[in-house]
């Protein structure tokens, strides 16, 4: 029954703190996701209908899935989490979930160390990837926060 709690809870916090984070950061970063000259057109067009449409239809159901995989990784040791203070806990979550999903991800981006590696110049902007470290540092505090206060 435990690991059935921490997924539910892992899934709930992810999907809210991914949710909050992004559309804080969308305020400022109109310019990496909208229109023919967006910095990611690698990426949907948010000002396409049909784009925007499909990203509305699958948002959910992905982030519901990245948090019930991400959770499944805990799963062994769940014991010696919960024995980490609340401040371990919290830097142990937001790392998680900063340094593994983000800076050091296997998928090249644009604010991560792979994208500096493989991806074109047209894609490293100083720009883009001081508000892609804003949206993520906010989900990472968030996530981490509330996964140590609610979770362990």
Known sequence: MEYFRLSIWFVLIHTFSYIFAGALALKISKDI????????DYVRDMSNPKEKSHVGKWFLPAQLLRGLLMSFILYPII???????????????????????HIACAAPCSDNIEGFV????????????FKFQFEMIIYSSLFGLLVSLIIF
């Not at 996701?33 to 990611?40: A, C, G, I, T, V």
């Open 79 to 101: 014991i010696p989490l919960g024995e980490l203070s609340f401040g371990m806990s919290f830097l142990f979550f937001f790392g998680l979930v900063f340094i593994f999903t």
């Open 33 to 40: 996701y909208e229109s023919k000259d967006r910095l990611m």
């Open 118 to 129: 493989y991806l074109k110049e047209r894609y490293l902007n100083k720009t883009m990837f």
